[in-house]
């Protein structure tokens, strides 16, 4: 079993609606928690990083972190075309610089 | 802003040859990491280096070496090349300096292809 599981979609949404990502992990030393969105045959782009439990909003893009769950999530408003990508969770313990990465969500959205 | 640069883009090598990967970090990051993403798959964690020196080491091949240079491009070297082998390979690159030190940024990557 993955340390780190993502839903891997895809998710089709209407144009302006909100789309909805979660990942779970098992490993309680993860602390630092990141999304990316990576277009097809292009680098992760870092969306998003958060270290303790909450929500983070940047813009149209909020972060949550719920430690005590395992559970962390990434909402999209006003969803656009533009927004059509592969999400992917990443996260990593306090020491260390490794990465583990979820699955990626390929999310599509529809004008 | 300056983003990771890697090269080359694309490569193709034939089974049992080498290849050499290059990372240019974004300019003052002292950190660089490696990746592999196989079709379809989610980025793989090879290894990582500070300041020259290994500081992480994942799921690398023994047939893989690497190493960060005095101007801290680094370099992947892949030898006797294996079809599984071919992939999207990510360089990313971060600064310890200040808070952001956990925020890794990937360059465009390698499509290594093996045939």
């Known amino acids: 079993q993955k340390e780190v599981e993502q839903d891997p979609g895809p998710l089709s949404v209407p144009e302006g609606a909100i789309v909805s990502l979660n990942c779970t992990y098992s490993?309680?030393?993860?602390?630092?928690f990141m999304w990316y969105r990576q277009y097809s045959r292009k680098g992760p782009e870092l969306l998003m990083y958060?270290?303790?439990?909450g929500n983070k909003e940047d813009g149209r893009f909020t972060a949550q972190v719920d430690k005590s769950s395992k559970y962390i999530s990434l909402f999209i408003r006003d969803s656009q075309p533009s927004d059509s990508a592969t999400y992917l969770c990443a996260m990593r313990p306090a020491a260390g610089n490794k990465l583990t990465f979820g699955g990626g969500t390929r999310v599509l959205v529809k004008p | 802003a300056a983003g990771v640069i890697q090269s080359p883009r694309h490569l193709i090598k034939e089974k049992r040859e080498t290849a050499t990967l290059k990372c240019y970090p974004i300019?003052?990051?002292?950190?660089v990491y490696w990746y592999q993403q196989g079709p379809g798959q989610d980025p793989q964690f090879l290894i990582s280096f500070y300041e020259k020196m290994q500081s992480d080491k994942g799921s690398i091949p023994d047939r893989f070496s690497a190493q960060q240079f005095s101007d801290y491009h680094s370099e992947l070297n892949m030898s006797s090349l294996e079809l599984g082998d071919s992939a999207l390979y990510f360089c990313?690159?971060?600064?310890?300096?200040?808070?952001?030190?956990?925020?890794?940024?990937f360059g465009p990557g390698t499509r290594l292809t093996v045939t």
């Open positions: 958060t270290y303790s439990s």
């Open positions: 300019p003052r990051h002292d950190t």
């Open positions: 490993n309680s030393a993860f602390q630092y």
């Open positions: 990313a690159s971060s600064s310890l300096a200040g808070l952001a030190y956990y925020e890794q940024y």
